[in-house]
Each structure stands twice: as C-alpha cells, then as structure tokens.
C-alpha cells in the first residue's frame, strides 16, 4: 500500500502563492503516475494537474494552466504543487493522488490511493 500527505496548505491573500507537497511511502513512488484534485464545499472532487511517473509529461485544467505548476522528486518520493496569483475560487481541499495506470488523469476513479488532504484558503 502507498501512504500519501499532504502539506503546505494554510490561508494566503488573493494573488499570492503557495506550494503543497505531498510525502509518499510505501511502495516504489516512482511506480505510479500523480495527480492534485480539490474539492470545495458543496462540491464534487475537482482534477488540477496530472504527472507521469517520471515527471516528462503534465496535464491541466485550464483553469490552472500558466498559474499552477505540478512537479516531483523521485529521489526524494515527494509531489509538488506550486500555486500562483491565486483567486478565491482556488479555496478548497487539495488531495494527492497516485494511480499504477489509466487512460485519462481527471478521472478520479483510476487513481488507487488519496492523502487525507490540506486546506487552502484564499482571501478575496
């Protein structure tokens, strides 16, 4: 089994940063691909940014793109999430996720393991 959390999160001003990191233990991390997703209240999980297992390939939403960066460091089983010029409809959960394999990362049912999750806040 791959343990996952998260870290990172905590209460910014709209238009500043944050970076979230998720620690990974367990089985091999660089076995599986990884994923952020978020989810506000009253919403369903949300997909944010996708990576292959290792780190060649990323994948958005568009609302993300230009402002969120995802990377990883297998040397050292950690995922990163960089956010930038961040708005208040960035407000949520923000879970990592890691999957052995899949067609499409947005879909939340190919991933096979979730840390437990970090707030982030965003002042309007």
């Known amino acids: 089994q791959v343990q996952l959390v998260e870290s990172g999160g905590g209460l910014v001003q709209a238009g500043g940063s944050l970076r979230l990191s998720c620690a990974a233990s367990?089985?091999?991390?660089?076995?599986?691909?990884m994923g952020w997703f978020r989810q506000a209240p009253g919403k369903e999980r949300e997909f944010v940014a996708g990576i292959n297992w290792s780190g060649a390939s990323t994948y958005y939403t568009d609302s993300m793109k230009g402002r969120f960066t995802i990377s990883r460091d297998n040397a050292k089983n950690t995922l990163y999430l960089q956010m930038n010029s961040l708005k208040s409809d960035d407000t949520a959960v923000y879970y990592c996720?890691?999957?052995?394999?899949?067609?499409?990362?947005?879909?939340?049912?190919?991933?096979?393991?979730w840390g437990q999750g970090t707030q982030v806040t965003v002042s309007s």
């Open positions: 367990g089985r091999t991390f660089s076995w599986y691909d």
């Open positions: 996720a890691a999957r052995m394999g899949g067609n499409i990362y947005s879909r939340t049912t190919e991933y096979d393991y």
